[in-house]
């Protein structure tokens, strides 16, 4: 099993306004929205299996501006809640992947791992 996933440092905008996510993240892990559409909730399952639901947007193009400059990003309110909960603070690590089961997961601050137990092998 590869282990896949997405590492995202927070910075002091992802604590006071949004989430910033990378854009290659868009079409690889996350959908990938037009801007100015309506937002996208994606649920994701935290390493004990609590859900959350963050709603993904796409900041709108600016005139002059093309494709490769959409900034995804989750929107605050639920978000920020997950921050609270977690007692997260700037320069901690979110992780985010796949789990062999098809939900979305996160994690804050350590890595998912490889763990193998009676011949199968899963993402934790």
């Known amino acids: 099993m590869e282990l896949n996933y997405y590492p995202k440092t927070l ?3 992802d604590f006071d306004q949004k989430l910033i996510v990378p ?4 079409g690889n892990l996350f959908p990938d929205p037009n801007p100015d559409s309506e937002p996208i909730p994606l649920s ?5 299996g609590k859900e959350y639901t963050f709603y993904l947007t796409v900041r709108s193009w600016k005139p002059g501006q093309i494709r490769y400059d959409k900034k995804p990003e989750f929107m605050f309110k ?3 809640a997950f921050v609270v909960e977690k007692k997260l ?3 901690d690590r979110i992780f985010f992947w796949w789990d062999d089961r098809g939900s979305l997961r996160i994690r804050a601050r350590h890595p998912p791992s490889l763990y193998s137990l009676f011949g199968t092998t899963f993402l934790h």
């Open 89 to 91: 603070k700037v320069g």
């Open 11 to 13: 910075t002091s905008t």
């Open 23 to 26: 854009m290659y993240l868009l």
């Open 78 to 80: 639920e978000w920020h």
């Open 44 to 48: 994701f399952k935290d390493e004990r």
